[in-house]
């Protein structure tokens, strides 16, 4: 079964304002959650990761907060840009299946 | 190589022939993992290595579909009997081991079109 869901297949934010993607999970047996930022004709690139044992991790414009109550993952970018327009996939370190994906536009 | 790299980039046959796709992974990264994405669809997974253990083909969609690893490097996935509905991207992936917070690399996928 898919461990990880994304809800959301797509969200429009206008630029300089914040993009929150969320994800749930199902099983609590991990110790990675990974998202990863896809264009269009190229391959999905890491983007940022958290440990099991934190609650939020950030890196310049992008934070992860972890819910493990909720079971529940969110990506936050802040200010949103042009370029960050792209399908983000969520997914956990000890199982290869992906959510399916929230194609996020900045419109500018 | 600096990157995983996989080739064709894209691949048009017609309906019924076999195809073979390659995918070199990054140097050093025992994990090697095959994906596909289908029109308007998400990561579908394939298949996973990881060093000398049996792969775990658990995604493999039908038994037309197979893979190998040779010398823990190179993979080859081999559709045999190709239909419409094998259209889609492959994309394969690597990484140092599968309990890692750094993620995969993936490559740039190759384009499987079936006429």
């Known amino acids: 079964d898919q461990q990880v869901k994304q809800n959301s297949p797509s969200l429009s934010v206008q630029e300089g304002r914040i993009s929150i993607l969320n994800c749930d999970y199902t099983n609590s047996m991990f110790d990675y959650f990974l998202w990863y930022k896809k264009y269009p004709a190229e391959g999905p690139t890491f983007l940022i990761s958290i440990s099991s044992i934190k609650d939020k991790n950030e890196d310049g414009r992008f934070t992860v907060f972890l819910n493990k109550s909720a079971k529940h993952l969110s990506l936050h970018i802040v200010p949103s840009q042009p370029g960050d327009s792209a399908v983000y996939f969520c997914?956990?370190?000890?199982?290869?299946?992906f959510g399916a994906g929230t194609r996020l536009t900045v419109k500018p | 190589g600096a990157g995983v790299s996989q080739s064709p980039s894209n691949k048009v046959t017609e309906k019924g022939k076999d195809v073979e796709l390659r995918c070199d992974p990054i140097?050093?990264?025992?994990?090697l993992y095959w994906y596909r994405q289908s029109l308007g669809q998400g990561l579908e997974f394939l298949i996973y290595f990881q060093g000398n253990s049996a792969p775990d083909k658990s995604g493999l969609p039908s038994d037309r579909f197979s893979a190998e690893r040779t010398g823990g490097s190179v993979s080859t996935l081999t559709i045999q009997r190709t239909q419409q509905e094998d259209s889609a991207v492959y994309l394969c992936?690597?990484?140092?081991?599968?309990?890692?917070?750094?993620?995969?690399?993936f490559g740039s996928g190759t384009r499987l079109t079936v006429v």
């Open positions: 992936a690597s990484s140092l081991a599968l309990r890692t917070g750094t993620g995969y690399t």
């Open positions: 997914a956990v370190n000890n199982d290869m299946r």
């Open positions: 140097s050093g990264h025992t994990a």
